[in-house]
């Protein structure tokens, strides 16, 4: 038996004894005598009190009492728990950084029971019923997003279980912890089970790049030029416009339609009402400075911005792969496609979806931190008056009700009698 408000149950004890201790001091006035004469009237207060205790009444006593508590115990909520229960939610990794999907499905098959929560997570959660449906993505994974679904999940299933295990199973790389991780880990009121996973860093994906563009095109042929061993995925570069084929193609897993055209007629995208220019372009720690126009307004997450802050090329997520949108024009005739700092800003332009991967495990520590020590969470931690409810209350409300009811009946003939 746990209780939602369990003050209410030490201010229903304190009334209930006020009450008593009110009850059985009874104040009232002397009787009044005649006297023969006036100059035996004694020398006192005509209003004089006389306290005794009164131990007569008892129902009275009994039901005032019984009110109190009745209405305690209802403000109290008591909600019966059941015992010895464990509620599992188990978070999967399904993000870029797990390196086989046949170890995440064995991984499963060998921890999930029936009635387990399982919530798959990359950048995004969701709650799953079936494991096998589960793969892996290209997306970037975020613990933030899994925990966060956690917490959610445990404070419905906190009303039919005792205690709430958490199990991560998980490569933990480096780049799914964030700012949030931490402070989402500290509301988990319990120890974490880690299961570990291999991690995509000891297997890296091979690049595959295809550029179709017009002969001679300055861009194309410095992208031809770029070492294939700081690249990762499948990428295809188009110059021109995009056909029905290649939306089909990015649609594929870890597959990167990059959409860079050669000029300004070769892509329908928003355009400004007057072209304008900037002098410098910035993807992640890669810089650009040079004499861009800019003729089109891009929507998506930013991958480069310009030097006032807009988004220089965007990324749109769509099916297991992305298309990413480059709207800096550079000038055929100038050499900057030549430079070195060209090919180390292109390198990011060219990365997986989500960004460059950081598949780097996470420290010791960090893991340690995540795990946690001590027992499993109690339920009770989860629950709230938002979340239920107890079916006692309205019961225990109408008895106290009728208890006072029962009292004020009772006094009345006695107040009359007095």
Known sequence: MTWLWPPALVI?????????ALHLIARGRPRAEPLPTARFVPLRHLHDRARAVAWSDLPLLALRVLALIAIGVAVAAPVASPHGVVERIVLVDRSRAVASTAELHDSLRALVRGGDLVIPFDSVASVRAATDSISTTDARGALSAGL????RAAAVAATRADSMELVIVSPLAREEFDEATSRLRGAWPGRVRVVMLRSSASEPVPAQIEIRAQPNDAVAAALSLL?????RGTVRILRSRVGS?????????????????????????????????????????ATLVARFP?????????????????????????????????GILVDESSDLALRTPFRRFVEQLL????????????????????????????????????????????????????????????????????
């Not at 891009?298 to 997520?317: H, I, S, T, Y």
């Not at 009770?380 to 009700?401: D, K």
């Open 294 to 326: 800019r003729p089109w307004i891009l929507d998506g997450a930013a991958v480069a911005r310009w030097a006032d802050g807009e988004p220089a090329a965007v990324e749109r997520a769509t099916g297991g792969g992305c298309i990413r949108e480059v």
């Open 227 to 231: 070492p294939q061993s700081r690249l």
């Open 12 to 20: 229903a004890g304190m009334s209930a004894v006020a009450a008593a």
């Open 351 to 418: 990365a997986p979806c989500g960004g460059a991967r950081a598949p780097t495990p996470a420290s010791a520590a960090d893991i340690s931190v995540l795990a946690g020590r001590g027992v499993l969470a109690p339920a009770v931690a989860f629950r709230g008056s938002n979340v239920e409810r107890s079916p006692a209350t309205p019961w225990l409300l109408a008895l106290g009700a009728a208890m006072l009811v029962a009292e004020l009946a009772l006094r009345r003939p006695r107040d009359r009698a007095a």
């Open 148 to 151: 966060a679904a956690a917490i």
């Open 245 to 285: 084929a290649d939306s089909a193609w990015a649609r594929l897993a870890g597959h990167v339609l990059v959409v860079w055209p050669a000029s300004d007629t070769a892509a329908d995208w928003a355009r400004r009402v007057a072209i304008d220019a900037i002098g410098a372009v910035t993807a992640s720690t």
